[in-house]
């Protein structure tokens, strides 16, 4: 009886295998190296991990060293990354060069020699601890996969050991903390996060002198290699604590309870805090500061789950209260970015409703201009005039577009996760089609209350400018949606233009996965950039837009649609008419979408809806893993022993020619 689960593995193998493989032969597809690290690492930045490394991998599922892929090479490779031991199997069919089945004294000599570069400590094979497991030169026995697994295991401490030696040239049994660093970087420096790297050093601190001791170093180690368990014990100490914090007697307390042994001696302790602790001045800890002594891409990942889990049925309430909870959001972040940006908008509709060719109205000779004439004749309030419509806007123009480009994007997405640009292009029209039902009879009030201060220039002081119900009032339902069609025209190829580039920005520029969060610094960055190209592109459309909806005054061109708007505009003013506020436009859109993302993102973190547990989990950085997610962890821990050999295991020198690798 076949397994359901196995048959849903080989062809998600099967998708993975098809989408990625590039050569074609006889009918049949096949894989390259690059294709092969592209599907078992996709979207990986190769900062900790290089793309050789990745390509250790491929050596081991190349099984008859063809250095290309058949479908059932990947199967069978992907299979055996689901084993228990599968980093121990990867190391063992890398080193066992000849397929026989165990290695040798000179097999691992010669594998590992080419594997850690010139510039790494050297290591002595003629110490007594490598004699032990594969007997002297006299007397040397091959290793089968156990006892290689069980040196492998032991192999760090030895390292370690050999490097202090030959750092303390002495024997005075302290080295300095430069070399201290060295050493933790070869042998740890794909586990630790960057913050920890850059203050190895500083290690010396938490004892008097300014060396390390060996002891000190052993305990470094020991703490890094038993980092889950400090994970484990962490997270039980915290949980009960009334404050979320703990000391380091509430670490000691802790694990002396959840351990049958003691596990952490007072100098681990020691370390764990004050690398812990290197942001907090207290002697009180919370589970974030534990996050940072380790590098978040080998952060722990939940499996999919496979079972099947009872639905969970909400009611009309709890439906109902997500739906306000994110459209409050929404509108409370578009009311942030409206509000920064606001002044900008304001100068940039007073320069495209300028009419240069007309004798007198030659008011602003360019936007700086235009600022300090506002603010000396009608004040700094005078900036924020017609605020109050565009707020009341936000929440439904953010509302819409959001969830309808959202909603289309989804549906337009295919099996694999993937969506084609035109089909991005599209998701984005549609969105900001959809809001112009809403914001065009807010956007013809705004521009009119923003145009009202220089009208009221011509006026009796004595009369009152008019506000935006007097507005209202006077253009009635359909007044509301003129220049309808040309906010349609700016808006639709707006969103078609900002959301691709978006989500790009986030995907390929900063590397936004579901193991990497965007900072937000990073959200800010690509909500502006995407801002500036969709902005300025549709500035035409936006003066003729600004032209239709503003009331013309005495001796102004009058339109008669957007074909009759723009052949005027081109005769009277000329092609650079149509661009007028486009860098106000530009200086409006980009920060004001960068604030309302950030603000949004800010608001999800700090008012999480969901107060699950899982949820709370998530906040500090863990998630469960989707199929294809569980895949790229198995990747990847699948490097994790070679890379505890030396975490640059695979980068070599193009001189150097490895050895073949065993058949699988």
């Not at 000391?247 to 049958?260: C, G, M, P, V, Y």
């Not at 380790?294 to 969970?312: G, I």
């Amino acid at each position: 009886m076949s397994n359901p689960s196995n048959e849903v593995a080989i062809e998600r193998y099967k998708r993975i295998f098809h989408k990625f493989a590039s050569i074609e032969k006889n009918g049949k597809k096949f894989m390259t190296k690059d294709d092969f690290v592209n599907a078992i690492a996709p979207g990986e930045d190769y900062k900790r991990l290089q793309k050789s490394q990745y390509g250790i991998l491929f050596e081991v599922a190349d099984q008859f060293k063809n250095s290309i892929l058949s479908l059932s090479d990947f199967i069978v490779f992907e299979n055996l990354l689901t084993r228990p031991d599968a980093e121990y199997e990867i190391a063992f069919r890398f080193f066992d060069t000849t397929g026989s089945g165990s290695i040798t004294r000179e097999q691992f000599k010669q594998i590992f020699a080419a594997n850690i570069g010139e510039d790494a400590i050297p290591f002595d094979f003629e110490c007594e601890w490598f004699t032990l497991y594969t007997g002297g030169k006299a007397a040397t026995h091959e290793m089968p996969y156990k006892e290689f697994t069980q040196l492998l295991k032991g192999l760090q401490a030895e390292r370690l050991r050999q490097a202090f030696k030959y750092y303390d040239t002495q024997t005075s049994g302290y080295i300095t903390p430069d070399e201290f660093k060295k050493i933790m970087v070869d042998i740890a420096g794909h586990k630790l996060s960057d913050h920890v790297l850059e203050n190895l050093p500083t290690l010396c601190n938490a004892y008097s002198g300014n060396k390390i001791s060996f002891a000190n170093v052993m305990a470094f180690y020991n703490v890094i290699r038993e980092m889950d368990m400090v994970e484990r014990i962490v997270r039980k100490s915290v949980s009960t604590s009334k404050d979320g914090t703990i000391t380091k007697a509430d670490f000691l307390n802790t694990a002396a309870k959840e351990t049958r042994f003691s596990l952490f001696t007072p100098m681990e302790a020691d370390i764990l805090f004050h690398f812990a602790g290197l942001e907090n001045n207290s002697d009180k800890l919370t589970l974030r500061d534990f996050a940072r002594l380790l590098e978040s891409k080998w952060k722990r990942v939940a499996a999919p789950v496979t079972v099947a889990v009872p639905e969970v049925k909400h009611g009309v309430l709890h439906d109902f209260l997500r739906g306000s909870y994110g459209f409050l959001l929404g509108s409370i972040s578009g009311a942030v970015g409206a509000t920064v940006v606001y002044p900008i908008d304001l100068v940039k509709t007073r320069m495209q409703n300028q009419r240069s060719k007309v004798v007198g109205e030659l008011l602003y000779k360019n936007s700086i201009d235009c600022f300090r004439k506002v603010v000396k004749n009608e004040g700094i309030l005078g900036l924020y005039r017609g605020l109050g419509p565009q707020l009341v806007g936000v929440a439904p123009e953010k509302a819409i577009k959001l969830t309808m480009n959202d909603l289309v994007r989804r549906h337009l997405t295919d099996k694999d996760g993937q969506i084609t640009f035109a089909n991005e292009l599209i998701a984005g029209g549609v969105a900001g089609g959809c809001q112009v039902v809403f914001t065009n009879p807010l956007e013809i009030v705004k521009i009119r209350l923003q145009v009202a201060g220089e009208a009221a220039k011509t006026l009796d002081a004595q009369t009152p400018r008019p506000g935006a119900v007097t507005i209202v009032r006077n253009l009635g339902i359909l007044g509301l949606y003129k220049g309808a069609t040309a906010c349609l025209l700016r808006d639709i190829p707006f969103s078609a233009i900002y959301f691709p580039v978006y989500a790009h920005l986030k995907k390929d520029v900063f590397k936004e996965s579901p193991e990497h969060r965007l900072a937000i610094g990073e959200l800010l960055i690509s909500g502006a950039v995407a801002g500036m190209p969709a902005a300025y592109f549709t500035t035409p459309a936006d003066v003729i837009k600004t032209r239709l909806q503003v009331e013309a005054k005495k001796g102004e061109s009058t339109y008669n649609g957007i074909t009759d708007a723009a052949r005027k505009i081109y005769r009277e003013e000329g092609f650079r008419a149509f661009f007028k506020g486009g860098p106000a436009r530009i200086l409006r859109s980009s920060p004001q979408f960068g604030t309302t993302l950030m603000v949004y993102e800010l608001l999800q973190r700090a008012f999480p809806f969901d107060a699950s547990p899982a949820a709370a989990d998530k906040a500090i950085g863990s998630h469960v893993a989707s199929a294809d997610d569980m895949n790229y962890l198995q990747s990847k821990n699948a490097l994790k022993i070679l890379l505890d050999v030396h975490y640059k295991f695979g980068i070599v020198p193009s001189n150097v020619k490895l050895p073949g690798v065993a058949r699988a």
